[in-house]
């Protein structure tokens, strides 16, 4: 069974940083490309960022450019998202992702995490 697990959420004040990790079993992800995605109260799921299977892209919504960083781990199965600069509008529950295509790192997603909270207080 496919398992994406997020670990890292939580909650922090406006301008502070977190460290949200997802951890892959049951399947080895070393060549698929990974995301993160949020999903706000009332909103709809949004993509955050992607990245290829070997690191060389990497892809970014435009509202967390220069702030946000995502980085893998093949070894260890794993890929993070750093989160600094954080502001009120990006408090959302965070979803990990992985796809079967190793290179494009746009949307559709084919494996999903359960979600991990993040809340900005301003």
């Known amino acids: 069974q496919v398992q994406l697990v997020e670990s890292g959420g939580g909650l922090v004040q406006a301008g502070g940083s977190l460290r949200l990790s997802c951890a892959a079993s049951?399947?080895?992800?070393?060549?698929?490309?990974k995301g993160w995605f949020r999903q706000a109260p009332g909103k709809e799921r949004e993509f955050v960022g992607g990245?290829?299977?070997?690191?060389?892209?990497?892809s970014y919504a435009e509202s967390v450019k220069g702030r946000f960083t995502i980085s893998r781990d093949n070894a260890k199965n794993t890929v993070s998202l750093q989160m600094n600069s954080l502001k009120s509008e990006d408090t959302a529950v965070y979803y990990c992702?992985?796809?079967?295509?190793?290179?494009?790192?746009?949307?559709?997603?084919?494996?999903w995490g359960q979600g991990t909270q993040v809340t900005v207080s301003s």
């Open positions: 992702a992985a796809k079967a295509d190793p290179i494009v790192t746009m949307p559709p997603y084919d494996y």
């Open positions: 049951g399947r080895t992800f070393g060549r698929y490309a």
């Open positions: 990245i290829s299977w070997n690191g060389g892209r990497i």
